[in-house]
């Protein structure tokens, strides 16, 4: 009877060490869930479960997702520290736009006095 007490009971996992493996390297590539899975041959349904049961599956799944982030980020700040001007105002158009973004791509409000009645009433007569 104690035998029977220390098996566990269910479906075994899929997702096994080399799953994880395989996630990790394609998600380092910056590709979708649905892709990832499909890849590690996985349901979206299984990752989400694993995701939210294991807390350390979940680190290194986000650990991976953030990579390719990582790795875009650093081109950027060694393309800078080459002196690359362009790429100096890309990153900073990007990540101070109140101080270095466009200002010809802000929205300003418009005025359309042919749609005021009050203006219609006043110079229409």
Not at 14 to 36: F, H, M, N, Y
Not at 63 to 82: E, L
Request: with cysteine; net charge positive.
């Amino acid at each position: 009877m104690e035998e029977l007490a220390s098996t566990k009971v269910g479906r075994k996992t899929v997702i096994t060490e080399a799953v994880v493996r395989k996630l990790e390297c394609i998600l380092q590539l910056g590709v979708s869930d649905a892709l990832a899975c499909q890849y590690a041959k996985i349901s979206r349904d299984t990752l989400y479960n694993h995701i939210k049961s294991d807390p350390e599956f979940s680190d290194r799944i986000e650990s991976a997702k953030q990579y390719a982030v990582i790795a875009a980020a650093q081109v950027v700040v060694n393309a800078i520290r080459k002196n690359d001007v362009r790429a100096a105002q890309w990153w900073l158009e990007r990540k101070l736009p109140e101080e270095f973004g466009d200002r010809k791509a802000e929205k300003r409000p418009t005025l359309n006095i042919f749609n005021n009645p009050e203006f219609i009433k006043r110079y229409a007569a």
